[in-house]
């Protein structure tokens, strides 16, 4: 069991109250009292709305999982299904055209295509399907482009071929030693 301190009013895992007090609030000139004083007031005033959405996330799921019992097996009319998403509110129809800019972001964030991926790293599950998910996605990228050969076998079309991966594989290490090299060892 996680062990817990109070920390201005809540009951917060030991590695996190101590990794706010430690690491994270020296040098922003906010002290531990203010910090854990205001996220208290946001865990207060965020929990009713929070207990409502997870509660509206349940009433969805099921009703989409009852839909599935009633029809079972692989979707054979999807616009009979993405009318059924909309009525229970999991879809919401498309909203008119707009435009997002940005000013004062991070390079990472303006200049770097992609999604950004946020993990809580004191869940290893999350940090490694994360990362996994990085990897998931250059496999894939490679798998379905001409970037590989389709010679000796290794065809995209039809269900997943194990010479194509064997050479996605290969290639996407090859690049990661390249563009990315261990300081010893190979990707």
Not at 122 to 140: F, K, Q, T, V
Request: overall charge negative.
């Amino acid at each position: 069991m996680t062990e817990r301190v109070n920390a201005g009013g809540l009951q917060v895992a030991r590695k996190l109250y101590e990794f706010i007090n430690d690491q994270a609030l020296p040098g922003t000139g906010v002290s531990q009292d203010a910090f854990w004083s205001g996220f208290e007031g946001i865990v207060h005033e965020m929990a009713p709305r929070n207990r409502r959405l997870v509660a509206a996330r349940d009433e969805m799921q099921a009703k989409i999982d009852e839909w599935h019992r009633q029809n079972p097996g692989p979707l054979s009319d999807m616009g009979a299904y993405k009318a059924f998403l909309g009525e229970i509110g999991y879809l919401c129809p498309e909203g008119d055209g707009f435009s997002i800019r940005t000013a004062n972001t991070d390079p990472e964030i303006n200049d770097v295509a992609g999604p950004q991926l946020v993990v809580p790293v004191m869940n290893a599950r999350y940090a490694l399907n994360a990362a996994n998910a990085r990897w998931g996605s250059l496999y894939d990228a490679l798998y379905g482009t001409d970037a590989i050969s389709e010679d000796d076998g290794a065809q995209r079309a039809g269900g997943f071929n194990p010479r194509r991966g064997d050479k996605v594989i290969a290639f996407a290490k090859a690049f990661l030693d390249r563009s990315a090299p261990l300081a010893a060892g190979s990707w």
